[in-house]
């Protein structure tokens, strides 16, 4: 029983290259998040897909880019990379929009360093 | 402008004890409140919810209390368990978190 599957866990890169993180859910869920927490700050929004075929900028959105390739998947790109990004990303997920969807599912993480 | 705010970055409290977690919101109508429960290196897991038209939810142990006049709620564990220790966050129904509230349960 999956859920939420991102990858990588974990990755250092350094300042201006660029990488993207995987995620795929498998429950049929039409709804997905990409979050960031940071210390003090808790989870903030950077992009999510209310359905299959569309994105939306949360709250901290600048420097990343998304793009949803299906149902399942959900990827989240860092074209140039800064120290500031680094964080612990968390990839989620939930059923719809509706009261009965608001559970939100939340893969593992994956702990991005910036050097 | 953080919309759910957790004033208390931390909370320690013996085992068998209560704990109880603030959580304050703004710009309230109808809403929905969830609780998270992250252990480190693991993602935030589902804890209990409450709908604004609601002032209780109650699931064992966990107890959430919603006062919308107020623009509060609060999670009570009773009693608190070792492995209650983790970082709890508030969020609302349009995925707004709370800073968290790390809590340390000692035995």
């Known amino acids: 029983n999956a859920g939420v599957t991102q990858t990588p866990k974990f990755q250092v890169l350094k300042t201006g290259q660029s990488m993207t993180l995987q995620c795929a859910q498998d429950?049929?869920?039409?709804?997905m998040y990409w979050y960031r927490q940071d210390p003090g700050m808790g989870l903030r929004l950077i992009y999510y897909?209310?359905?299959?075929?569309?994105?939306d900028k949360g709250e901290v959105p600048n420097g990343y880019n998304v793009s949803r390739l299906n149902k399942r998947e959900f990827s989240l790109r860092l074209e140039s990379a800064a120290p500031s990004q680094t964080s612990v990303y968390f990839c989620?997920?939930?059923?719809?929009?509706?009261?009965?969807?608001?559970?939100?599912?939340f893969g593992e993480g994956s702990w991005l360093t910036v050097v | 402008d953080q919309q759910v705010k957790q004033n208390s970055p931390s909370l320690s409290v013996q085992e068998g004890r209560i704990s109880i977690l603030n959580c304050d919101y703004t710009n309230s109508m109808f809403d929905y409140f969830l609780w998270y429960k992250k252990y480190p290196a693991e993602g935030p897991t589902f804890l209990i919810s409450?709908?604004?038209?609601?002032d209780k939810n109650e699931d064992g142990r966990f107890t959430v209390f919603l006062n919308n006049s107020a623009k509060h709620l609060s999670l009570h564990i009773v009693p608190s368990q070792p492995g209650d220790s983790a970082v709890y966050f508030c969020a609302r129904r349009k995925l707004q978190f709370g800073a968290g509230t790390q809590v340390v349960v000692t035995p």
């Open positions: 409450i709908s604004s038209i609601k």
């Open positions: 429950m049929n869920h039409n709804s």
């Open positions: 897909s209310a359905s299959e075929g569309t994105t």
């Open positions: 989620a997920s939930r059923p719809g929009q509706g009261i009965a969807g608001n559970t939100i599912y």
